[in-house]
C-alpha cells in the first residue's frame, strides 16, 4: 500500500500547486483536504486524487491517519498548533509551510514532546522563508569567517493572485513595531517602513519595505551578522508599494489600531492594479562578510520565477522535506526547516517550471575588477580568461579580430567610437588600470576604439562601460567557459534613458582552444548592426 499524503489548504494558492506537483509522485497516494467541497472537487477530479474536508482548527483525528500531513492553509500568523498536534497524535508526519514569526519561533517547544512521543516528524517554515532563504544563506556564506551583513528580498509577479486572508495577514504587522537586528542592536521598527529598491538579477530593480517573517530572528541566531539582519518584501506596483508605506504611517500615529479591517477595500484597488503588473517575481539574497583567509567578500543569490508560477517557489521546501520523510532521512522531533534540506533538493523540486536561479559573489578590497566584481566565480574560470581580466596590472594583450557592421547611421556610430571594419591580423587591446576599474583600447588597424569600464560598487555582478558621453550599465554573468557581458541600462551623462531605444548588445568573453576568445554584437533597430566583431587575444 502506498503511503497517503493530506493537503491540507489544497483549493489554496500554494495548496494547489503543491497537489498539482505530488500528484506525478507514483510512489505516494495523495488526498486533498479543506473545509469547502465546491472548491476542492474540480482540483480533486483535475488530479484523479480523493479528498478529505477538513477544519484545522478543529480537525477530525480519523481523517489524519496517514504517512503524513502537510498544511498549505495559513495564514499562521496567530495560528494554533492543534493541527500539527493532532496528526502527531493521529500517527502522521507533519509539515507547513508557515511563514507566521511567533509561530514559527514557538513550534518546537509547543510540539517537540508529542513528535518524539509518536516517533515522528514535524517541521515547521518549509516555504520561501524561513526555509528557502537559509538554505541559500548555507551555501553562499559556507566557509566564511564570518558574516557582517544579510538582506533578503522578495517580490511577487503584478498578478499574483493574493487570498483575502494572506492580505489580512500581511494588514496585521503593517506600521507595527517589529524586532529587528539592524546597525549592530536589536531594534524596533515599523513593518513596512524602510522603503528602498533593491535589484533582483534579471528583473531588475523594485521597490521593497521592512517585513515580518521568522527570518528576522532566525538570521541572527543562525549567522550571527555584526551590522544587519533584514528582511524586505514588496509588491510589484510602485504604486502600492509607496500608497501602502503611506497608510502605515496610520497605525504608526495610532489614528487606527490595524489596517486589517481594510482588507477588503485594499485587495479590491491591488485587483484594478494587477492587471497591468508583470508575469514574473523573484528573489534577492545578499550577504556580506569575511572568508577565511580574512579578506572582505559579499555574495548574492537571486530567483526568478515567471508565467506566474511564483507562487510554486513557497512550496518547493515542503515538497523536498515530504521526499526526505519518504526515504527515511530526517529524524523524530519538532524542527524548523532550516539547515534540514539543502538548497539543491528544494530548487530540483522546480524542475520543468519557468523557475531559475542565479549566484553572483564579490570580493570588494579586491584591486582587479572582473575579480572584484566576480568573486568566486572568477577563481573558477578558464585561465586564459583570468589572465586577461586579472587586472592587476596595464598591459598590452595582441591578437586576430573580424569587424563587420552596416551603412549608414551605423557607420556614423562607428566613425563616432574609433571602430573599423574588416580583417585584423595585428588587432590589440590595451587594458589600463585605474582605482575604480579599467581603461580598454581597442586597435582596429589605424582605428581606436576606446572606453572606460567602472565598477557599480553597491550592486554584485553590475559594472558601468562609458563611451563618450554614454554610459551603459552591464552585469557580469559567469559561465563553465566565461561570462556574458548582459546589458541592463544606459544613460547620456547622469540621465538615463528609455530601454526601447538602447542598443541591442550582446557581448562574451570566454576561453576555447586555450586561447582567450571574444564576440560582440551592437545593433539598433534604426540603424541596423552598428558593429558586430569577435576574435581572440594571446592569453
Known sequence: MKPQVLIVGAAGVFGERL???????????????????????????????????????????????????????????GSNYNLAC????????????????????????????????AARTAVTGASS????????????????????AITVAISPAGRTAQGLAVVKAILSWVGKPLRVFVGGQWRKLPGWSLPRRVLIPGLGHRWVCLAESPDLDIYA???????????????????????????????????????????????????????????DGGMSVVAQGTTAAGEPVAARWGLIGKKLEGPHVPTLAASATLRALLDGRLAPGAWVCTGLIPLEAMIAQADGLPITTGRAGRYPDEPGLFRRLLGPAFDALPAPVRRIHHGRTTETFQGYAVAR?????????????????????????????????????????????????????????????????FSFDLEARPGPRGFDWIPCGWRIGILPLPKFLSPKIRARSFAAGGDYRFTVLVAHPLAGVIVAYAGRLSA
Not at 486533498?32 to 478543529?58: K, Q, S, T
Not at 508557515?98 to 514559527?104: E, I, K
Not at 482588507?263 to 494587477?274: C, F, N, S
Request: with cysteine; net charge neutral; charged share 25%.
Open 405 to 469: 557592421g552596416s551603412g549608414g547611421l551605423a557607420a556614423l556610430a562607428r566613425l563616432f567610437a574609433g571602430v573599423k571594419l574588416g580583417r585584423f591580423k595585428d588587432f590589440s587591446i590595451d587594458i589600463r588600470t585605474t582605482p575604480r576599474g579599467e581603461v580598454w583600447t581597442r586597435h582596429f588597424g589605424k582605428g581606436a576604439f576606446r572606453s572606460v569600464i567602472t565598477d557599480d560598487r553597491e550592486t554584485l555582478g553590475r559594472f558601468t562601460e562609458r563611451l563618450g558621453p
Open 221 to 279: 541566531q543562525r549567522f550571527h551578522p555584526s551590522r544587519d539582519a533584514l528582511f524586505f518584501a514588496g509588491v510589484e506596483s510602485p504604486i502600492l508599494q509607496l500608497g501602502l508605506w503611506k497608510l502605515s504611517f496610520l497605525v504608526r500615529f495610532g489614528l487606527v489600531a490595524s489596517l486589517a479591517p481594510f482588507a477588503r477595500p485594499l485587495k479590491a484597488i491591488a485587483g484594478v492594479v494587477a492587471a497591468i503588473g508583470s508575469e
Open 129 to 148: 522563508t524561513p526555509a528557502v532563504s537559509n538554505a541559500v544563506l548555507d551555501e553562499i556564506t559556507h566557509g566564511w569567517s564570518a558574516t557582517e
Open 86 to 117: 493532532a496528526s502527531l497524535a493521529a500517527g502522521a508526519h507533519y509539515i507547513d509551510i508557515a511563514d507566521g514569526r511567533d509561530f514559527v519561533a514557538g513550534f518546537e517547544a509547543a510540539v517537540n514532546e508529542a513528535a518524539l512521543a
Open 19 to 77: 497537489s498539482t506537483r505530488l500528484a506525478a509522485w507514483k510512489d505516494i497516494d495523495l488526498i486533498l483536504a479543506g473545509r469547502h467541497e465546491a472548491r476542492l472537487r474540480p482540483i480533486a477530479e483535475r488530479l484523479n486524487a480523493r479528498m478529505a474536508i477538513i477544519d484545522r482548527e478543529r480537525p477530525d483525528p480519523s481523517a489524519l491517519v496517514v504517512f503524513a500531513v502537510v498544511d498549505c492553509a495559513g495564514p499562521f500568523q
